[in-house]
Structure formats: C-alpha cells, structure tokens
C-alpha cells in the first residue's frame, strides 16, 4: 500500500518560512505535488513537480514557494517563505501513478 508521509508543518510568525517534506513508500512517481486546504474552501493547488521537472506554482506561491524532489530518496519538499496569515491550512502531498495517492495533511498556521 503507497504511503505518503508529511512532516514539517508547524506554527510561524507572519514572513517566516517552513520547509515541508513529504517522503513515498514507493518509487518512479511521475508527478509529486502539494495541494492545501483551508477552513471552509476546496482544496487548492499549491505546486506540482513531475519527475524529470519543470515545477508547476499557482499564483499565490510564485516567487515565494519553491518545490523541489529528491528522487532517489523518493521525497518532495516545499520549501515556504515570506508566509501570509492567509496561507494557513492544511497541505496535503500528492502522488500520482497511474491514480491519485494523498499524505494525511500537515497544519500550516501562519500568526500575525
């Protein structure tokens, strides 16, 4: 069974930055991703990065967000900065094989 494991989700000051990683059971995912969820919206795309790469941003995370994967460790990380209350909310990892595969989410609580 593919499992999706998500760290690095925590409390931060309004301009901070986190780094979120999440690490695959499996190998050879063509495309890895971050999705997030906030409180009363639809879950969002935040970044993808397929295997070769060529990272994929909404328009939100452009110029603060940066993805990144590690395929021989068969991990993506997120990497946050200058981070806005509104980016608060639950970020998922996302997989895909040939189906969809998500993590189990990660708090990201952004104070001001």
């Known amino acids: 069974q593919v499992q999706l494991v998500e760290s690095g989700g925590g409390l931060v000051q309004a301009g901070g930055s986190l780094r979120l990683s999440c690490a695959a059971s499996e190998s050879i995912f063509s495309i890895m991703g971050w999705y997030r969820q906030a409180p009363g919206s639809q879950r969002e795309l935040v970044a993808t990065?397929?295997?070769?790469?060529?990272?994929k941003y909404a328009d939100f995370a452009k110029g603060r967000f940066t993805i990144s994967r590690d395929n021989a460790k068969n991990t993506v990380y997120l990497q946050m900065n200058s981070l806005k209350p509104e980016d608060s909310a639950v970020y998922y990892c996302?997989?895909?094989?040939?189906?969809?595969?998500w993590g189990q989410g990660t708090q990201v609580t952004v104070s001001s």
């Open positions: 996302y997989a895909w094989k040939g189906m969809d595969y």
């Open positions: 990065i397929p295997r070769a790469g060529g990272a």
